[in-house]
């Protein structure tokens, strides 16, 4: 064989090895946790939607390693009711799991997501479901972005507990709430993805929970710009001993901060932080019956976050709006909102603290543009300031007092008060028990209408209902009675609401 030949077939071999798969995907080592997916199963959720995120969740899973001494999965699904599909113990390879994942069957029903957090907490993060107490736990929520019910207590509840939460949104989703009921960051543990390009976050996603479910190891996890969260392996016990915890930052050792902690801690949080700096930490056991080593780790704090740096505009009515913004980091201690309608002069002030991220405005202008600014006020003095406009909604007011008056045999008139708001007009429908019905549009300075050839002795419904820019109106019907051809000569006119 010549050097052209042997050229080609090496140039071959590099493209094929780069384009055909090399055998199975490499399995990642030395991971410990209880892993548990809250799959959204509501009828929210199409069938297609449901059959790819049941594929992204057995991709996600391939490579662990699974066992009572390595990875163990469960799944519950969101729904009316809260569902276990299979807990902790019940699949102890991947095989196994792989198979559990793809005969997973919709559940349908309302989504109820705050409820099953709370199955989780009770029910399936518990030595009876399988869960093993001394091992990192990861909670993974694959939603719409859409729940019917309060998920912010129950999320904080298992987070407090040392879950470490991940959510991936494959709808619109309510930012603010979610990036509140992820881990933080949430640039880390909040992913925005359309469900066909779940495949793009599936290798970043794994790497994530891989980092948290690293075996026997104090690691930090929720790391801010102030503040980290410490977790490890429960090596003691009330009883048996209990912890020496320290930490300071590397570039200033004799800021060294002490704390003793009880034998059953297996997490704490460490807040009051410089942002960008680094911090050794030590954990050091002191066991009254046999000798453990310290665990140590090093953390660097994240670049302070600056706020506001999103302000939203929600639950718009004709007096009111919410305003919310992100993030709520800890360095800021209030947030000052100044707002007045434009063009205009008068300005209105609310300062709320600066845990709050979200305040309404109320005793608006209806169909007004309002100016708001939301200003961070730092603990450090520092001010940072973001504006938007935000618009009212128009004021309808539905149709009062429609009265009608007999003109002849066959004609009443219609009368109304008028309508609130800025009317554009009103829309009055006349549905003849005998004959073809009538919509008429008149201007918002007039206010009855002549309504003819109502068949005698017939029963009539009129709808009278005002228009507006954007809002539809609320209309007011009452039913005509004409008198029977009998009763014509005698002619006597009766209504009734």
Request: glycine letters at 6%; hydrophobic letters at 35%.
């Amino acid at each position: 064989m010549n050097s052209r030949s042997l050229l080609l077939l090496a140039w071959l071999h590099v493209v094929l090895g780069q384009i055909l798969p090399r055998g199975p995907r490499p399995l990642i080592p030395d991971l410990e946790g209880d892993l548990l997916f809250l799959l959204d199963s509501s009828g929210s959720v199409s069938y297609y939607e449901f059959s790819r995120v049941k594929e992204f969740i057995a991709d996600l899973l391939k490579p662990f390693t699974f066992g009572p001494h390595n990875v163990q999965s469960s799944i519950v699904h969101i729904s009316t009711m809260p569902q276990l599909e299979f807990p902790f113990d019940r699949h102890r390879s991947s095989e196994a799991v792989q198979h559990a994942v793809r005969r997973i069957q919709q559940v349908m029903g309302d989504t109820n997501t705050g409820k099953a957090l709370s199955f989780a907490k009770e029910k399936l993060f518990t030595e009876d479901a399988g869960a093993r107490p001394d091992v990192p736990k990861v909670l993974v929520w694959v939603t719409d972005g859409f729940s019917t019910d309060d998920i912010s207590q129950p999320m904080q509840l298992l987070k407090d507990m040392g879950v470490t939460v991940f959510i991936v949104s494959t709808g619109r989703g309510n930012y603010l709430e979610l990036s509140a009921a992820a881990s933080q960051p949430p640039e880390k543990h909040l992913h925005f993805v359309d469900v066909d390009d779940l495949t793009i976050i599936t290798k970043e996603l794994r790497d994530a929970i891989a980092d948290v479910i690293q075996a026997k190891r104090l690691r930090a996890t929720e790391i801010t710009s102030s503040s980290f969260r410490l977790l490890w392996p429960r090596l003691l016990s009330r009883d048996t001993g209990y912890y020496v915890f320290e930490y300071a930052p590397t570039e200033e050792p004799q800021r060294k901060v002490t704390k003793h902690l009880t034998g059953d801690h297996t997490t704490i949080v460490v807040g009051s932080l410089k942002p960008q700096t680094t911090y050794e930490v030590a954990l050091i056991p002191e066991s009254n019956e046999r000798y453990l080593p310290p665990q140590t780790t090093r953390v660097t704090t994240l670049e302070e976050t600056i706020s506001p740096v999103q302000v939203l505009v929600s639950e718009s009515k004709p007096h009111s709006i919410r305003v919310s913004w992100s993030p709520t980091p800890e360095s800021v201690s209030s947030y000052r909102i100044l707002y007045g309608p434009l063009p205009g002069n008068s300005v209105n002030l609310v300062e709320v603290k600066g845990s709050r991220n979200s305040t309404l405005l109320e005793d608006l202008t209806a169909n007004t543009t309002y100016l708001v600014t939301i200003s961070a006020i730092y603990k450090s003095g520092k001010e940072r300031a973001l504006s938007a406009k935000a618009c009212t909604q128009e004021e309808n007011s539905k149709i009062k007092h429609l009265r009608f008056e007999d003109l002849g045999p066959s004609t009443v008139k219609a009368s109304w008060d008028p309508a609130g708001g800025n009317v554009l007009g009103y829309r009055v429908r006349c549905r003849r028990q005998a004959g073809p019905s009538t919509l008429l549009s008149v201007s918002p300075q007039i206010h009855s209408v002549l309504l003819s050839d109502l068949a005698a002795g017939s029963t009539n419904k009129v709808c009278v209902k005002p228009v507006y820019k954007n809002l539809p109106g609320k209309g007011l019907c009452r039913i005509v009675h004409m008198q029977p051809a009998s009763a014509i000569r005698g002619y006597r006119h009766h209504q009734r609401a």
